[in-house]
């Protein structure tokens, strides 16, 4: 091979793999953005919804199962808001049944979605049943009121791209020299920081809110535990808790 055709061949493969980085990157904002298409569908139709239950299949076929609400004591299950398998008396959903479907399945098409995230086994069912967490209207204002639970004072966070949404350490109140206190280990449980988790991962994955809620660090931030950073170390300042 010539010198020549061996940097084409180098050129190429590079651009090859910036498109495979770029072609994954805008999959995974695709099943959200058509994730939170069809949320806003059903609860227009049903504001209550939070969970959409289906069965999944090996061939990756969705069976569509209904709608379930909030589950209001640890000891009882979902209540259950619409049934797309009976007979009941006629639902708004009832017209949205076939999108529903096709568009939750979208959304979970590829392994790598950021919905999968979402998805929990149904322990009120023995059988093969999922139920998929809808999204929240505003994610930022959800990480808000989920962080200030345990630490009310704070600000922002410093969330890892390259952990999938992982935080770092969280800015809350202001230090004896004035700057910004920080601490590097949050005091919530695990439920809390996998909630976190997802909902800035996909806050990463979703270009207009990264763009809306990220923004680059400080050039002097130091790692609290020493290790280096990246352009995917970014700072999301916390909305104001309602």
């Not at 998805?119 to 049943?129: F, K, P, T, Y």
């Not at 800035?200 to 290790?227: C, K």
Request: aromatic share 6%; with cysteine; charged share 25%.
């Amino acid at each position: 091979m010539t010198p020549a055709a061996h940097d084409q061949l180098t050129i190429l493969s590079e651009q090859r793999e910036d498109l495979k980085a770029q072609r994954l990157r805008i999959e995974k904002a695709y099943c959200l953005a058509v994730l939170d298409h069809i949320t806003a569908k059903i609860r227009a139709a049903c504001p209550e919804a939070v969970y959409v239950t289906f069965a999944f299949y090996g061939s990756r076929t969705l069976d569509l199962h209904g709608v379930l609400g909030a589950q209001t004591n640890p000891v009882r299950t979902c209540p259950e808001l619409w049934d797309n398998r009976g007979e009941e008396d006629e639902h708004p959903l009832d017209a949205i049944a076939d999108q529903i479907e096709s568009d939750v399945q979208t959304a979970l098409a590829p392994y790598s979605s950021p919905a999968w995230a979402s998805v929990h086994r149904n322990a009120a069912s023995d059988g093969n049943s999922w139920l998929l967490e809808l999204p929240p209207a505003d994610r930022a204002a959800r990480v808000a009121d989920l962080v200030r639970e345990r630490h009310p004072e704070a600000t922002a966070l410093v969330v890892d791209g390259r952990g999938a949404g992982r935080v770092i350490e969280i800015f809350e109140g202001v230090a004896d020299d004035g700057t910004p206190a920080r601490t590097p280990r949050p005091r919530w449980t695990a439920d809390c920081d996998t909630s976190l988790t997802r909902l800035l991962g996909q806050v990463l994955a979703l270009p207009a809110l990264a763009d809306r809620h990220l923004m680059p660090l400080p050039g002097d931030y130091a790692h609290p535990f020493g290790i280096s950073t990246s352009d995917q170390v970014r700072l999301m300042s916390l909305p104001p808790t309602a």
